[in-house]
Every structure is written in structure tokens, then in C-alpha cells.
């Protein structure tokens, strides 16, 4: 087969930046948020003239959640962007759709506080996007707004989305996936390699992700075996904002490759150049979202979006000494007289913890080298990388030694530890696997299919 490439962007979150996005109350939201709002027009608009100018490959995919949460003017701008830009550069483009991309609530802010802009249905989606995969598509399932594309005499792409009208983030019946199977079988049966696109990351990114239900393909293993046993072994996904790169293996022996690429508006905010050289060898390479135009504060694009992520750790921890009732609002937590008064205590003594210190309360020893740093700022930099993948705690290092004798020690107190779908997870293993990479490199490998 002929080498193919392509390159890879997700969770552009398009917010059409006139409907609003200022003000007291747009600053202390973004107290806690992750992702850019009012920036995300020029990130796009600078994502995509680089793409433009690009000329390793000619045709884009792009992950999901398209827009910031709905807008319908959010929505139009970012199909007309699509436009221009397929237009300017003749390049294809493919997507799908995702829970961000449709609402009847969404919101905005200015000096008055927060309103409310008119949504997006899911019966409306196709609209906006029908020529980017759907109207050219070799199969179509309405329902799920998933479909079939041609990418090459070689390859087809296979996009299927978990959303449905009136549902967001379903479990794929057997309905759906005995049409997904169906669609993999033809393509065996035509010649073809056949890849996947969701938005959903369908392995959990890092391990603890694996605790949170939001965080992947419900009932993913009948998902995998539905691809993997049938030929379908890499899957390109989004949603969690994070980058990583994993591996799994079916019943049967057969390699399945999930590639969850960070959000284009959020640290880590990264696209892919994926080179497809063979049926069996597939290349991918990462490339920082390019600088944008916006008051940075002197700051780099990378740094601005890495200080927007630490700001919302920080967050909590600065709300529990000034503002605790505001914490407990956001982490759902009842508020109580008690933890009124007990919170600010706790906070004042977190935020002058060192990691010595904390080795001294837990009866660890910590490395010299990195005992009289502050603990919260170790907090902040481990959490980030477990988003930004690669991440550096690994066993030998004096902060990954220092969490695993941390694991080690807790590990007998950890019981019943599961995940959201109902598997057992060794509690000391997913810690060390979360803090450390041991696996795929998460930003650029070679990956065997088979």
C-alpha cells in the first residue's frame, strides 16, 4: 500500500468571541476551568492558518467537541472557518461531533454577568458540518451521526460518535455495534485498512482516569473487541484534554491502539502528524499548537496555556483559606459550620508544607535534593503532567521514589479500589502507572499493529 498522512486536532472548543466572554464573573469562573474560552477564536484562527501553510498531508481530522459548549453562533463561525480553510488550502477535512457541540443551555458572559446565547440541537449538528465527512461518506448512520470515509485508495476511516438526539455519552447497543462490525468486515473484505475516530478516549488516558465515568467509552471492552477482533486496531479520541498513547489486548491476541490527543485551547494543547506507512506500521509525530495573537502577559502561548491549567489547582487550594464555602460549591461538598471553620485551617497548612515535611507526617524519607520544595507546587506540576503525558514521576527520580513509598504505604488502607465500569484496579500499580510513564512514549512513537 501507498504511505498515507494526515494531521490530527481535537477539542478545538470554538467560541465565537463577540457573544461574550468578559467581566467579574467570566474571571472567577475561569478560576477553575482549564481550557481558554474568550482565546479560543484566535487559537483556532492560528491552528488553522498553520494547517493551511502545512504540506506534510492534505487531509485534517478533527475529534470532537467542535465548539465551546453549543452556541449556535459559535458553531456557524467555526463551519465557516472550516470553509475557508478547505477552500484556501484544498485540503479535506473530516470530523465528528460531541457532546460540547450541542445544547440547549449553553452560556456567556459580559459586565452583566452571565447569559445565555441560543443553543445547538443535535438535529441541527448536521448543518453546520455536513461537508466535512458526512455528505461523501461510502456509509452513513444517521442516528449516531457516524460514518465511512475514503481516505486513500487504502485506507478508510471509520467515525462513530456516541452521541444520540436527547442523549450524550451513551452505551453503543448491539445494533450500533453490529454496524460498526459490519462496516470493519467490508473493509477487510474490500482490501482496505480501516482506522477509527471518536471523541471519547475508549482506554482510559493515564490510569486513574480509569475512576472516572466521564472519561471513557462506556462499556469499552465490547467496543474493542468489536474493532480489534475485526481488523480495526488504532482509534484517534479526544475529550480529556490529555496526552497519551496505549495499548491493549483482546481476548483473541489482537492489538488495540488508543491515541488521545490534548485539546487545542488547553494545556497540553498539541495536533498529530500521523503517517500511515503500512498496514502493520503507523507513525506519530506531535506539534505544538502555534502561537496566537492575544495579551499574553509577555508570555509564550505554551506558558500562558500551562499558567491557565495551574491556576485552576491552585484554585482550590487558595479557596480553601479565603473563600471556603466557594470550594465546597464546586467540589459538591455540604456545607457545614464545621468545615467552614475547619478548611482554612487545613489550607494555611497545606500551602507552607514542604515535601520533607510531608515525608516527616507520613514517615517517608525524602530525598535531600528535593525536601524544601514546596508541596503544593509539586502537587500542581504532577497533577499537569498527568495531562501532558510523559509524565516524569517514574521510579529512580526522587519525586517518583518519594509517591512511591507514598502508594506503598497507604496501599494496605485502599480496598475495594474500582473502576467506574466495575473492574479491580490495583491501587499501588495505577498510582505508580499514573505519576510515571512506563509505557508508549505519549508525544511521538512507531506503533506495531499487529
Known sequence: MNPLKFYLITDTHYFKYSIGARGEE???FMDFEQKCFAE???INEAAFEWLEKADEADIVLIAGDLSFNGEKESNEAFSKLLHDFREKSGKRIYVVTAGHDFNDNPFCFDENGRGKPEGTKFSELMDFYRDFGYSDALEFNEEHLSYVAELSDDVRLLVICNDIDGQKHITYDDEFLSWIEAQAKKAQ???????????????????????????????????IATLADNGVHLIFTGHMHNQSINVTETAKGNKFYDVCTGSAIGCPAYMRLVTIQDENTVDIKSIPVPEFEWDKKGMTGEEYLKAQFDKMIRTLIDSMVNDPVRLMNKVHIK???ALRKLLPVIGKKISKLTLGGVGRLLFIRVDKSISKDNFVDFAVDMVRSVFEGNQP????TPGGDALLKLFKRISPFIKNFKGAQGETLDFYETMKHTVGNYGIDDYNATLKLT
Open 335 to 337: 456545607n457545614t459550620p
Open 40 to 42: 479560543t477564536q484566535a
Open 26 to 28: 467570566y474571571e472567577r
Open 393 to 396: 514521576y517514574v521510579e529512580g
Open 189 to 223: 473484505a474490500d482490501g482496505k485498512m480501516m482506522i477509527a475516530m471518536e471523541h471519547y478516549p475508549v482506554l482510559p488516558g493515564q490510569p486513574i482516569l480509569a475512576l472516572i465515568a466521564d472519561a471513557c467509552q462506556a462499556e469499552r471492552d465490547k467496543l
